[in-house]
């Protein structure tokens, strides 16, 4: 078997050449992609290996970046269209959300729509507002969208090469401060299907649900909770819209308690549909109210604050105490 440890960072690379190298029709796009390699360097040595038509360095104008990917993915190409940071991405909302998103409905299902729109997100970086913010909720509300983020460099590679035969639109939300952080990778078996949650953790007591950067904290915590005497259950989400409330609901139906954790904005967030559903799913289950755990409603704060703002292990461990206490 090829299993080998890698930063998620290079799992990303690796698997954007396993694509440009199986599909002539895939090309990669975006501000500074080519020569730098990007900011976060995930394009680097693409564009030596497979040339400047397959690996386009673009003007910075997201909205042009995009609206050009939906006419390349018209004639048939696959474009991978990298956003450099999750503030960036609004520029080109609209072309996602009133093209992009409806294309495919608006012709009946004739027309495909594969396009990946990469955007790295979240906090934890040491970096301004723009550059970690965690916007999923405002694209996973859009229908004609699938919105995915991995936690681990195996999903990473995956999910990727995944979301990029997909013939519908994917919003590839990228966790920028796990970029770094090494993961067993095997490039040939697949994890599962691209919209699946996975249960990261057993456990008996309560279940942890997160997705992205939040998964390892969700580790850490269940960790944590363990010295205590506490079974906790971690859930990573993997796939924002659609969600598989099915394998969320039969976590929740054995331990009978739901803890929630996000970066983004609990107001609103994609945490408060989960709890609602689950709410009605699940409710002669629930020992306890479904609880929230993210970021606070407010702009993203100067980075030596965003300690404070992002929910860390305190946070998330005095929810598991309080849905205990129930």
Partial sequence: MAVQKLPLAKALNESLRKALETDPKVLIMGLDVGK????????????????????IDTPLAES?????????????????????????????????VSQLAKMRARS???VKMPIVIRIPYGGGIGAVEHHSESPESLFAHVA??????PANSNDAYWMLQQAIQS???????EP???????????????????HKARVARQGTDLTLLAYGPMVKTCLEAAEAAAEEGKSVEVVDLRSISPLDFDTIQASVEKTGRLVVVHEAPVFFGSGAEIAARITERCFYHLEAPVLRVGGYHAPYPPARL???????LDRVLDAVDRSLAY
């Fill in 36 to 55: 730098l390699g990007g900011v976060f360097r995930i394009t680097d040595g693409l564009q030596k290996d497979f040339g400047e038509d397959r690996v």
């Fill in 64 to 96: 042009g970046i995009v609206g050009t990917a939906i006419g390349l993915a018209l004639r048939g190409y696959r474009p991978v269209v990298e956003i450099q940071f999750d503030g960036f991405v609004f520029p080109a909302y609209d072309q996602i």
């Fill in 108 to 110: 009946l299902g004739t």
């Fill in 144 to 149: 004609g969208l699938k919105v995915v983020t």
């Fill in 167 to 173: 013939d519908d639109p994917v919003i590839f939300f």
């Fill in 176 to 194: 920028k401060r796990r970029y770094w952080d090494k993961g067993e990778v095997d490039t040939e078996a697949i994890p599962g299907e691209l």
């Fill in 306 to 312: 965003e300690e404070e703002y992002l929910p860390g």
